[in-house]
């Protein structure tokens, strides 16, 4: 099994910055891709970032030049640099990994529990 744990998640107002980090633990073999998705109330989860092992990323338009996102493959650590924020940023973000696992050879979805970003006008 794996286990993500967010940190980062708080309060902030228009046009400032916060850093989300995710750790991952437990039985990892590799870790492929991670990402960050995010949650709105009354809407559904949708994909703000991703990075595959190498490095490669993707972003939603929303969020193309204020949001970076990174990783530390030594680590099994995520982060997602946001900047410039919106008070239409504010949702929970939700940690996101594609992990091979000791015990089971085959790839499986692991998700965080989130943290709540709130982004005040």
């Known amino acids: 099994q794996v286990q993500l744990v967010e940190s980062g998640g708080g309060l902030v107002q228009a046009g400032g910055s916060l850093r989300l980090s995710c750790a991952a633990s437990?039985?990892?073999?590799?870790?492929?891709?991670m990402a960050w998705y995010r949650q709105a109330p009354g809407k559904q989860r949708e994909l703000v970032a991703g990075v595959t092992r190498g490095g490669s990323t993707n972003y939603a338009d929303s969020v193309k030049g204020r949001f970076t996102i990174s990783r530390d493959n030594a680590k099994n650590q995520v982060y997602l640099q946001m900047n410039s924020l919106k008070p239409e940023d504010t949702a929970v973000y939700y940690c996101?990994?594609?992990?091979?696992?000791?015990?089971?050879?085959?790839?499986?979805?692991?998700w965080g529990q989130g943290t709540q970003v709130t982004v005040s006008s």
């Open positions: 996101n990994a594609e992990a091979i696992t000791i015990s089971n050879p085959g790839k499986s979805n692991y």
């Open positions: 437990g039985s990892i073999f590799r870790i492929s891709t």
